[in-house]
């Protein structure tokens, strides 16, 4: 006798949990042929103002984890990514149209850049913090710090997704990801929510860019924003929405080509830079310098 | 006391026979009726006549251990200006403290529309003698508040002695003057909808102005069911006596979408005359910075942030 298939709907990833969009809506996901793959949830604005609270909420917990615990926490989704391995390859082949081969060192890249972040989340202190040489009995230094909720238009691709979510986790801030490519996503999404991710740390909304984008742009407990997802026009137009709330933007300089070293730059624009002036011995009552 | 409710006091019996004759609640209907109102969408220019008129029914309140004179007048200072970015931002009804501190609030707000309110009778667990509840109802009616928020013996009403609850309620509100007075039932240690139909007729036959949910230290605190009972309770002691008095939610409710919900209970429950600061209000301290923000998100667009209100 034949078995019932069992069919998967895609959901959202909010606050840790999988809830279907508050306004119920959904879309029906095709894979490069046209065919029928998949049901998502299509995210409305009130889901994306409720990812908002949730990446709001985690963001002290997250900042406040050692770097070290950050590192292993990256590691760890890694791990749940390889451990999928066949399904994401055949997602990947699916969604993309792209062959077993170009899927599986896809699917080893995006394990790879994971990899790659969770040994950064410990040696950002040190490469983007020094001390300062001031002209004063002061000792002054610099330290890099999480600019705090990020708002991400991620790419189509699972790389490109991975690619800008990883550097916006390693420096500590928490994320509100928006993309349309619901079936690789929010599979990624399982992995996370096996990674021991806290809750509201990653908030992956499946929907349409061009309707949620200028809330999130708008939305002043959103922090930043990161704008590779998004075509030219949309991105001038949201650039100009954030400037309103004084947001960071990260508009990457060229196409991104995220089958290549990543760089330092994606890291860099969610950090900022806090100094600090200590003032040293030299102060002292007795006048010595101390030393 | 006047027509219609028998006269109940100083005879146990008779308040006795009055508070069992009350109609027993049904759980079931009344937690339905609650969940369905709590499902009406209020938008656009009725959201923003609802958060109005929430704003000005907060009773912006600090009732900690840790409150001071400096901390006090900082909330006085929030209450008259709620949102400085935007001077026609209504006023919140009034300011909740400590007896101890009614003089520093007394103080600040003097001159202004915002009232102060103080809790006493040794607030929130109420167990002390009465000697020591009413010297606690003097230090705050002497520092010149407008209105008292006294706390009912749970012990007592759950053992029955309903007389003696009665009786500490009419010498509180004696030592209030010309103060509203405010009985917190604290529905959360009631254990049933019965006994807090029950209490609410008691404090209400007893002279509270207001009844009062709870305390804010107990959960579970201010319930949409509770509200309804004790908006029918408002609502019936006026058809019966043809005097308003008026309800008080307080703990728990932090959100705009709290807020408009009780609203439409009010509104739907007890009707349009209690939906007036003197009639409801409010008991809460992080509710009113999320009004605000709700408020700015209705006339200027875009979701509102934490970090652009004060914080206090």
């Known amino acids: 006798m034949a078995r019932t298939p069992v069919r998967k709907t895609y959901k959202l990833y909010l606050g840790g949990a999988f809830p279907r969009s508050e306004s119920g809506r959904t879309y029906a996901v095709t894979d490069a042929s046209g065919a029928f793959m998949a049901n998502a949830a299509c995210a409305s604005r009130k889901d994306l103002r409720d990812a908002v609270v949730a990446a709001g909420k985690a963001r002290v917990g997250w900042a406040g984890a050692t770097p070290y615990n950050r590192g292993q926490v990256l590691y760890r989704i890694a791990e749940m990514v390889e451990a999928r391995r066949a399904e994401f390859i055949d997602l990947i082949k699916r969604e993309s149209g792209a062959g077993a081969r170009e899927a599986g060192a896809e699917t080893d890249q995006v394990v790879d850049r994971l990899v790659h972040y969770a040994g950064w989340t410990d040696k950002l202190a040190s490469v983007m913090g020094h001390a300062n040489a001031v002209s004063g009995p002061y000792f002054c230094y610099s330290a890099p710090e999480p600019t705090g909720v990020v708002g991400v238009l991620a790419p189509e691709s699972l790389l490109g997704l991975v690619s800008c979510v990883a550097p916006v986790l390693a420096g500590g801030n928490t994320c509100v990801v928006v993309t349309p490519q619901a079936c690789s996503t929010i599979t990624f999404a399982e992995a996370l929510a096996t990674s021991d991710v806290p809750g509201g740390v990653v908030n992956l909304l499946t929907g349409d860019l061009a309707e949620l984008s200028p809330h999130l742009a708008a939305h002043r407990d959103v922090n930043a924003l990161d704008l590779t997802g998004a075509d030219p026009e949309l991105r001038t137009e949201l650039g100009r929405s954030a400037a309103e709330t004084v947001k960071r933007v990260y508009i990457p300089r060229h196409e991104p080509d995220f089958t290549a070293a990543p760089g330092m730059a994606r890291l860099r624009a969610f950090l900022e830079v806090k100094t600090v002036w200590h003032p040293t011995g030299a102060v002292s009552l007795a006048g010595n310098g101390g030393y | ?312």
């Open chain 2, 1 to 312: 006391m006047a027509s219609g409710l028998p006269d109940l006091a100083g005879d146990e019996d008779s308040l006795r026979r009055f508070l069992i004759g009350l109609p027993p609640v049904d759980p079931v209907g009344l937690e339905a009726r609650a969940a369905t109102l709590a499902t009406r969408s209020i938008k656009k220019q009725s959201k923003l006549a609802a958060i109005d008129l929430a704003i000005s029914m907060v009773d912006l309140t600090t009732l900690e251990g840790a409150d001071s004179p400096g901390k006090v007048a900082n909330l006085c200072r929030k209450a008259l200006v709620p949102d400085p970015g935007v001077p026609q931002t209504p006023l919140p009804a009034a300011v909740c403290i400590y007896p101890d501190m009614a003089a520093v609030a007394v103080e600040s707000l003097a001159g202004s529309a915002v009232r102060v309110a103080s809790v006493a009778t040794a607030f929130p667990a109420g167990r002390s003698s009465m000697e020591v509840k009413l010297a606690d109802t003097r230090l705050a009616v002497s520092a010149g508040v407008d209105e008292i928020d006294m706390v009912i013996d749970r012990g007592a009403f759950l053992s029955g002695q309903w007389g003696l609850v009665f009786d500490q309620i009419q010498q509180i509100k004696q030592a209030c003057g010309e103060a509203r007075l405010k009985v917190i039932l604290e529905t959360g240690e009631l254990a049933t909808y019965d006994n807090i139909r029950r209490a609410s007729w008691l404090a209400l036959a007893a002279g509270g102005d207001f009844i009062k949910t709870s305390t804010g230290k107990v959960s579970p605190a201010a319930t949409l069911p509770v509200i309804h009972l004790m908006l029918q309770a408002v609502k019936d002691f006026r058809a019966l006596t043809g005097e308003q008095r008026g309800v008080k939610p307080a703990g728990g409710i932090r959100s705009t979408k709290d807020a408009i919900r009780h609203l439409v209970a009010v509104g739907e429950v007890a009707g349009p005359d209690w939906l007036d600061p003197h009639w409801f209000r409010f008991g809460a301290s992080s509710l009113l910075n999320d009004l605000i923000m709700q408020r700015r998100t209705q006339t200027e667009g875009g979701y509102w942030g934490a970090d652009y209100v004060s914080i206090d």
